[in-house]
């Protein structure tokens, strides 16, 4: 049997242990023998950009269409993914900060104060924001992540949805599917 030349195994991470940390028994290895060095050791810290603009919610026009109509579906899809234990807890959440208080109080100043209850919104919407750009390391674009929401928040939502489908395949069942094709016809000669 041939050995494999220029196989290196991928790093053991001992549980408890993050892939950022290194071992002591694995400092030791890796500093004695030569290795080229690994994607994982090529990352910088450089923030990525986002694979679509804030206004290009008509590139997806399922997820702009949902954005627009139940923006609080959107948003606990988002909150889902991100690690919150359940879909319906923000999607609760975001539809009685912006649906049911921002309704109360455009009825009850007339139309005075109807931007105030969006902050809190917003201050809401930011942290699963900032949430996703250190999960798939993304600049903080156009601006920050509150002013962001506070200036354009359905945007913000649908082009979150759109980086988290863009860079999860586990977001959408049908979103991998594996073409199979049949073997060219056999003959016998």
């Not at 923030?47 to 959107?74: K, R, Y």
């Not at 996703?132 to 509150?146: H, S, V, Y």
């Amino acid at each position: 049997m041939e050995e494999q030349i220029g196989y290196i195994p991928p790093r053991y991470i001992p549980l408890g242990q993050s892939d950022r940390e290194p071992s002591d028994l694995e400092t030791s290895i890796l500093s004695t023998t030569d290795q080229s060095p690994t994607k994982e050791d090529t990352v910088t810290n450089v923030p990525v950009e986002w694979s679509s603009g804030i206004c290009a919610c008509f590139d997806d026009p399922q997820s702009c269409v949902v954005g627009t109509i139940c923006p609080c579906f959107l948003f606990g899809k988002n909150a889902e993914f991100l690690g919150s234990n359940s879909f319906m807890g923000p999607c609760t959440t975001h539809f009685i900060m912006c649906g049911i208080i921002n309704s109360f109080c455009c009825l009850v100043t007339g139309g005075l104060i109807l931007g105030f209850p969006g902050c809190f919104a917003s201050c809401y919407a930011c942290g699963y924001r900032k949430a996703l750009r250190t999960k798939f390391n993304l600049q903080e674009a156009p601006c920050g992540d509150f002013v962001t929401h506070l200036c354009c928040h359905l945007c913000a939502i649908c082009q979150e949805y759109r980086e988290i489908r863009e860079r999860s395949v586990n977001i959408d069942p049908h979103s991998n599917i594996v073409e199979i094709t049949a073997p060219p016809l056999q003959t016998m000669d």
